[in-house]
Nanobody, 119 residues
Framework: QVQLVESGGGLVQPGGSLRLSCVVS????????MAWYRQAPGKRREMVAS???????NYVDDVKGRFTISRDNSKNTVYLQMNSLKPEDTAVYYC?????????????WGQGTQVTVSS
């Protein structure tokens, strides 16, 4: 019954910035490691950034130095600040549990938010 609601996507030019937000319903958010995933047309969904309960972050090499993931446990929200965007970043972005194999905290995928980087 936990719901994930992503927002903040849009159309930006190469080199531009966007800040994505993900609001998680319920009271268990603060004990769940979270991550941002993306799925480009014709490709499989992949993790791009994660943040632990304590705020430790990790990034895929393709976005390291450009993206910043953070969380606000008081607001049940995960953020993804995206700078220096490239056309290759174009995808639908989703948030979810960092551990998709978890059996204790299984969240259904939200609708995602579209990010399009183009001139």
């Amino acid at each position: 019954q936990v719901q994930l609601v992503e927002s903040g996507g849009g159309l930006v030019q190469p080199g531009g910035s966007l800040r994505l937000s993900c609001v998680v319903s319920g009271s268990i958010f603060r004990v769940v490691p979270m991550a941002w995933y993306r799925q480009a047309p014709g490709k499989r969904r992949e993790m791009v950034a994660s943040v632990t309960v304590g705020g430790i972050t990790n990034y895929v090499d393709d976005v390291k130095g450009r993206f910043t993931i953070s969380r606000d446990n008081s607001k049940n929200t995960v953020y993804l600040q995206m700078n220096s965007l490239k056309p290759e970043d174009t995808a639908v972005y989703y948030c979810n549990n960092q551990l998709l194999t978890s059996t204790s905290h299984v969240f259904s995928w939200g609708q995602g938010t579209q990010v399009t980087v183009s001139s």
